[in-house]
């Protein structure tokens, strides 16, 4: 068996406006299980980065431990990469956004990563308003290590091993929204029609970016009983179809009222939002929040854009930071002497 890909490449692949091909996006090959939802979320992330004309290059890929954690090694092989502690990805994706601002972040994450000895890190990236697109593969258990219930496993969910969880499940799309997240997002890996628009809306936005993927665990937690299944998941989710839209002159609004809310991101791209429920504002915290609650007591779960903060500021623009990534300053640019630390602290008195 190898794991090395074949480098043939179709004379009439299509290209995209940089001149690369799909297959210039791939990573290695995967060796999850076969089925699991984590590899689609791949194949979604190299669809979006190819049509968005984005440079392998110009992306930090960051996550922590776990098997979502695994999958930056399949996609943008040509990206800088960082695989780190279990919980700890937002730290180190705060880290590095700080000293080069002009990479484009992804940092992908789990249900065990994110919302349990991650948690605090993820809520503390979320509110600080980290310019970053934060995936998190969502199966509600441990998939690495035999399938244990996660945080985000649902109330009366029964695992493999037939036991029943009696605990509240986190909700980190709602988390998100409550702490600050200024674009919050839930889809599902089986839905590309949805998830590709999204993750390329994400990456279009400044600020703390939140994309929550039910990505069903097809070992541990795909069979009847499991609220985060493929079968079951099919059948609660309730979904807001949307398209993204480039940067192009020619962008009009030319939809009815009431049937589609279109969203200019800060680039000049759309998101075209085609609403299910024509009350739920996506620019309104509470009205997100009561969206989210309204499908989750019918027994639902809402896809889509469920929020975003247009006008936010991230995390440099409140710094007040320097433009240039760090190591292209100067050591006197770095430390500029005494004389003007004194007149530093001269103003702050």
Not at 4 to 27: C, M, S
Not at 123 to 138: K, Q, S
Not at 145 to 172: C, I
Not at 257 to 268: F, N, P, Q
Request: net charge negative; aromatic share 6%; glycine share 10%.
């Amino acid at each position: 068996m190898t794991y090395i890909k074949p480098a043939f490449r179709h004379p009439k692949a299509p290209v995209n406006d940089l001149g690369w091909t799909r297959q210039d996006y791939e990573g290695g090959l995967s060796t999850l299980c076969a089925g699991c939802g984590h590899d689609s979320i791949s194949a979604a992330i190299v669809d979006a980065c190819f049509q968005l004309n984005i440079e392998p290059h110009r992306v930090a890929k960051l996550s922590g431990i776990g098997c979502s954690s695994k999958t930056p090694a399949y996609f943008l092989s040509g990206s800088h990469s960082f695989n780190s502690v279990h919980g700890r990805m937002p730290s180190v994706a705060t880290g590095a956004n700080l000293a080069n601002r002009d990479l484009i972040y992804i940092g992908v994450s789990g249900d065990g990563d994110t919302a349990s000895i991650g948690l605090g890190q993820f809520a503390h990236g979320a509110r600080r308003n980290l310019n970053m697109t934060y995936i998190v593969e969502n199966n509600g258990c441990y998939g690495l290590t035999k399938g244990q219930d996660s945080a985000t496993m649902d109330t009366g969910s029964v695992n493999k091993k037939g036991d029943r969880n009696l605990s509240t499940p986190m909700d980190v799309a709602r988390l998100a929204i409550e702490v600050g997240a200024t674009f919050v997002g839930r889809s599902f890996s089986g839905d590309k029609e949805q998830l590709v628009p999204l993750i390329k809306a994400a990456l279009s936005h400044r600020g703390f970016a939140l994309l929550d993927v039910i990505s069903p665990c097809v070992t541990f937690n795909n069979h009847q009983g499991s609220s985060k299944s493929y079968e079951h998941f099919r059948s609660v989710k309730e979904v807001m179809p949307l398209d993204f839209v480039p940067v192009r002159e020619e962008i009009t609004a030319s939809y009815a009222s009431g049937t589609t809310c279109e969203v200019r991101m800060h680039d000049g791209s759309m998101v075209r939002l085609h609403k299910q429920d024509s009350d739920h504002d996506i620019e309104d915290r509470q009205s997100a929040l009561q969206a989210i609650a309204h499908y989750e007591s019918q027994g639902k779960v809402l896809t889509g854009l469920l929020y975003i903060d247009r006008d936010s500021e991230e995390l440099h623009d409140q710094l007040g930071t320097a433009r240039r990534p760090l190591n292209t300053l100067t050591e006197q640019e770095l430390c500029p002497g005494s004389k003007f630390l004194d007149s530093i602290n001269a103003g702050l008195r």
